[in-house]
DNA sequence: ATTACGATCATCT
DNA sequence: GATGATCGTAATC
């Protein structure tokens, strides 16, 4: 668990896996966003707790889903502690570019808001030790307010990270895990 | 290359 | 009744 603006970086190269009956889709993460509770008027929290955004409240590792433009299923997973607002939104994973084409290639919809996504099931997150080469920081895409606070990243290079890209603000290079120390920030993710 | 628009509906005011 | 954390297509530069 962790802050999303540490988290959403963080999560890139890990796996998106979706188990349902008798095969397994796995997708590597390549861009996220951040969006934080309060003083972040782009994020669904800002408005405070509702019904839709239970999840973004509640435990951290769930799934926040929630329709957009009504036809397009977007994937979040909340960072905070229970009762703190945040997370971060898948916005593409293997071949699949963008967050609506992301849940449909991977079969997710509304049934699998609240999960768990820190353990084997359903739908879960996996870390298999790839570290991306660089991630660059841009603006967040598809909104209006709070547009320009510098919460999307992706992994350089990929051919599925959505458009518009936007300018590069910063770049950074990933430190493995063995030579990092013992400060670890991302959300639990089972490993292989 | 960039900009504009319509589809379609759960959620909230 | 208005509003989107989108996407594909079409129009225009």
């Given at each position: 668990m962790g802050l999303p603006t540490t988290v959403a970086p963080a999560l890139l190269g890990k796996l998106l896996i979706r188990r349902q009956r008798g095969r397994e889709l796995r997708a590597r993460i390549v861009e996220t966003e951040a969006y934080l509770g309060?003083?972040?008027?782009?994020?669904?929290?800002a408005a405070g707790l509702t019904a839709r955004t239970a999840a973004l409240f509640g435990p951290p590792g769930r799934a926040y889903i929630y329709l957009i433009y009504g036809m397009h299923w977007c994937l979040n997973v909340s960072t905070l502690p229970d009762g703190q607002a945040g997370g971060v939104l898948f916005r593409a994973a293997g071949d699949w570019s963008g967050p609506g084409r992301l849940t449909r290639g991977l079969d997710?919809?509304?049934?699998?808001?609240?999960?768990?996504?820190?353990?084997?099931?359903?739908l879960f997150l996996a870390d298999d030790g790839y570290l991306p080469a660089s991630i660059a920081v841009t603006a967040r895409v598809g909104?209006?307010?709070?547009?320009?606070?510098?919460?999307r990243y992706f992994i350089e290079g990929?051919?599925?990270?959505?458009?518009?890209?936007?300018?590069?603000l910063s770049r950074f290079h990933p430190i493995a895990p063995e030579r990092r120390g013992r400060v670890y920030s991302g959300i639990p993710c089972h490993g292989h």
């Open positions: 309060q003083n972040d008027a782009a994020a669904h929290a997710i919809g509304a049934g699998l808001n609240g999960w768990d996504l820190t353990r084997p099931g359903p909104i209006r307010k709070a547009a320009q606070l510098p919460y990929e051919a599925a990270v959505s458009r518009p890209r936007g300018p590069v």
